[in-house]
């Protein structure tokens, strides 16, 4: 007995000391795992990962970029409930231990030693907390053991409540949500404080396994961990009996819901997602960074419809292509008939409203179809009229009798929901363009879509399509011809002329019209959009000058021709520089960068600087464009300019040339400027003129006296362009294929870009009353006759008032006989200018 007892008494001895080697060894091992852990400093500023959210200008959620979904609240932001919920599941006990539950990981460790497995980790809410900022998910003990060690750290930095905080904000609960609140809008919809009992239950049951318990992707195991949540909360008095029976009843009501964003601009969101990126990295999509657009939201979602209108109009314009596909019915018959069918549509994309159907059933005047949204829909015979055969981009097939005549059952086809409800055969048009909007005084964009469907190609026509202006060039030929000694009223001939070069060969330029006019009035010649007159300006001016005007609105000299076609618009330009060229007529002379972003926050809401703010009276600074009306910050596309000297105007009232000693090169004075107050009123009056009796004619059902704007079309139809202004808001509208290709000869830019420019400056111009005309100083007026040029009487039937610069009116007055013998084609010139 003595020597049983000796031999327990020797094996304690030995429990004991090998208990305490394997402390002090746990111990001294644990130091060496301490430096390597983040200090209590790195602990109190733990970072959240927040995705950058992009907002237009009145605050409307644009778009949201992210691994990570998270929306941080603040813990009295957060339902009591579910915190509850999340307690009484994950740690019951949290409020009452430091940070580790001893008790919780010696039961741990005896299951894992006798199922020989690591499943079990009892890690308190403060452990997860500092597996899921600083550690990674590896199952080891040198893990769990960084992970006390960590967890007594951040007991000792932070509260309880800034703990219990950073868990809520920061535990994955699948499908892309990080927190709570991203969870109730990712699985809901909602925000958190209008989930019902069972929602919050179910979400309180993900942290455990998100992946595998979430309501998506596994619903029996989802409502199995909700019952669990529910029991709980009931055991501890946080529900009553009535209530745990209602909830456990309750279906799941989860669904997964995207980003909801409250107004479409993906071309818009995608430009400022670059530019983001390019100036922070991948940090961009991990900041919180809070990024307020020009764009107006209201203006921007009538962009869209406007174009997208635009382009169908087009579309149907040119009659239908066919069915995207053919299928035979009878190869899909069977239980799973329309299972079968909505698997043969998924092949194909839809684009909102437009969605491809299968035709089921074929009448004379209409069809039965079965759409990808699971819906049987009938055409009538009056939406599928328009479906005159594609010929060719000038033909169409003749009108339809049957519609046995365009379809078969089978034939996989898109349709189209109308405003009423009802359906019309459809088709996704080919042709695509662009819609950019600016202020024209700062250069703000106010709207930009960039196509027909993001979705369905991302490449940003207004931003990347790099066209031919045609005669969207134009009135920047004539307001170089103004500052070389032409005036509003001077005579150029549009007769035929005969182009000889020794590398291009002769060339014959034409009128749109292909009728040929005598000496004509700028004026007149601008308003027709006379092509012989803008070729005839450009020799008399010389290349090297009409280039040297050009490129002060923007225009890129490498790309502009050294010829003579470069006045019919044979460079290449993007609708948003072009939209930001007019802008200088608008604006008043002034050249104007477009930009984006009108401010960035930071997480904490803080205004971050992306460039040097302006300074005044200093030399070669950037400069602002705002004046005394300083944003918040200078935006992202803000370049740097040298300083603004005072304005030096010569006798054509362009900005003066100052020479400077021993050197022959003119020298602006004022860098800012493209032309004089002068030119630009000049172009305004002539532009004027074309919406008021020349191409631009169908603009004046906007009923409004200060609107101007200019036409383009290219050689053979291949783009189409219409850019106009009033003093608050320049657009350029273009229209064209991707790969250049014959629009139809009729597709002028009065026909295909113009309607879609009224469509949207219809409802833009409803916030801008029109305003009192200010003339500038220098400016005179003279009555003239509007087929000679000349100073005519008062009582000439065929004369009207014109604009001049002081010093360039004409001298002579017209004979009585030239009077009679001429005649007006413009009628209603002289009310364009009063």
């Known amino acids: 007995m003595r020597t049983l007892l000796k031999i327990i008494l020797k094996l304690f001895s030995i429990g004991i000391v090998f208990t305490i080697t394997m402390a002090i060894g746990l111990v001294l091992y644990a130091a060496t795992l301490l430096p390597g852990l983040p200090t209590i400093e790195e602990i109190r500023k733990i970072p959240l990962n927040t995705p950058l959210r992009i907002y237009s200008s009145d605050k409307k959620l644009i778009g949201e970029y992210g691994d990570e979904r998270r929306i941080p609240l603040t813990l009295d932001q957060i339902p009591p409930l579910l915190i509850d919920a999340v307690l009484v599941t994950e740690d019951d006990q949290f409020y009452h231990h430091p940070g580790v539950d001893f008790p919780g990981l010696v ?37 769990k053991l960084k992970e006390i060690l960590l967890a007594f750290n951040m007991e000792r930095a932070l509260t309880k409540d800034e703990i219990l905080e950073l868990y809520l904000n920061k535990i994955f609960l699948g499908h892309r949500a990080y927190g709570f609140a991203a969870a109730a809008q990712v699985y809901y919809g909602e925000e958190l404080l209008n989930l019902s009992l069972p929602e ?48 456990n009843i309750a279906p799941i009501t989860a669904r997964r819901h995207t980003v909801n964003v409250d107004i479409q601009a993906p071309y818009v969101s995608e430009m400022a997602r670059q530019l983001m990126y390019a100036r922070f990295g991948n940090e961009v999509y991990q900041r919180g960074f809070n990024v307020t657009l020009t764009i107006n939201s209201t203006y921007q979602a009538k962009a869209n419809q406007a174009l997208r209108k635009g382009l169908l109009d087009y579309d149907l314009r040119h009659g239908y292509k066919g069915p995207i596909d053919k299928i035979v019915l009878d190869d ?25 159907a299968v035709v089921i059933q074929l009448d004379k005047n209409s069809f039965q179809s079965f759409s990808q949204r699971n819906e049987t829909v009938t055409v009538s015979w009056e939406n599928m009229t328009w479906a005159r055969q594609y010929l060719s981009a000038n033909a169409i097939g003749p009108e339809l009798t049957s519609a046995g005549e365009v379809l078969n059952v089978g034939d996989i086809v898109y349709i189209r929901k109308l405003a009423d409800g009802e359906w019309m055969l459809s088709q996704l048009p080919e042709v695509s363009g662009a819609l950019v909007s600016l202020n024209p005084e700062t250069g703000s964009i106010l709207a930009l879509s960039g196509g027909f469907d993001y979705y369905l190609s991302k490449f940003n026509r207004a931003t990347q399509a790099e066209r031919q202006p045609g005669s969207n060039i134009k009135p920047f030929i004539y307001s170089a011809a103004l500052a070389n000694g032409f005036t509003p009223s001077s005579l150029v001939s549009a007769m035929p002329i005969v182009v000889g070069d020794s590398l291009e060969g002769v ?9 040929f006019f005598g000496p004509t009035l700028l004026r007149k010649a601008l308003s027709l959009s006379l092509n012989l007159v803008s070729v005839r300006l450009v020799r008399t001016i010389g290349i090297d000058n009409t280039i040297d005007h050009l490129v002060r609105f923007g225009f890129d000299r490498e790309q502009l021709p050294k010829n003579l076609s470069l006045a019919l618009g044979s460079t290449s330009i993007t609708p948003l520089n072009l939209a930001s060229y007019f802008a200088v007529f608008a604006n008043g002379g002034q050249k104007v960068t477009p930009f984006l972003i009108e401010k960035i926050e930071d997480a904490e809401g803080k205004l971050i600087e992306l460039l040097p703010q302006p300074c005044e009276n200093c030399d070669g600074d950037t400069v602002s464009r705002y004046g005394d009306k300083e944003p918040e910050i200078v935006p992202l596309m803000e370049p740097t300019a040298p300083q603004i000297l005072d304005q030096k105007t010569n006798a054509t009232g362009e900005p003066g040339a100052v020479s400077e000693p021993g050197d022959g090169t003119p020298e602006y004075a004022d860098f800012k400027r493209a032309i004089s107050p002068q030119n630009a009123f000049l172009m305004q009056s002539l532009l004027k003129q074309v919406i008021l009796s020349g191409t ?7 009923n409004r006296t200060d609107l101007a704007g200019k036409t383009g079309t290219t050689n053979n139809f291949r783009d189409a362009w219409f850019s106009g202004f009033n003093p608050d808001v320049v657009t350029t509208v273009f229209v064209g294929f991707d790969k250049p290709a014959h629009l139809g000869r009729r597709e002028s830019g009065a026909s295909a870009a113009l309607p879609i420019w009224i469509d949207f400056m219809g409802r833009v111009l409803q916030d801008f009353p029109e305003k009192p005309k200010v003339i500038p100083e220098n400016i005179t007026t003279r009555f003239v006759n509007s087929a000679s040029g000349k100073i005519t009487s008062a ?22 006989s030239e009077s009679e013998g001429a005649s007006s084609d413009n009628p209603s010139i002289s009310e364009s200018l009063f």
């Open 107 to 143: 039961r741990a460790a005896i299951n894992n030693f006798l199922s020989r497995s690591k499943g079990q980790g009892a890690s308190t809410i403060t452990m997860q907390v500092a597996r899921n900022f600083f550690l990674n998910p590896e199952k080891t003990y040198t893990r």
């Open 200 to 247: 919050i239950a179910m979400l309180a049951g993900l942290p455990k396994a998100p992946s595998r318990n979430n309501p998506i992707s596994n619903p029996k195991r989802a409502l199995q961990r909700r019952a669990y949540v529910l029991k709980r909360l009931h055991e501890l008095g946080r529900i009553d009996a009535l209530s745990l029976e209602t909830a």
């Open 332 to 356: 899909y018959l069977g239980v799973n008939f329309q299972g079968n069918l909505l698997k043969a549509l998924d092949a194909f994309p839809a684009s909102k409203e437009i969605i491809p």
């Open 507 to 515: 060339w014959r330029p034409q009128n749109y019209s292909k009728k």
């Open 696 to 702: 631009g004619r169908r603009a004046l059902a906007l």
């Open 795 to 816: 009582d000439d039937p065929n004369g009207y008032s014109e604009y001049f610069l002081i010093g360039t009116e004409p001298s002579n007055m017209i004979e009585s």
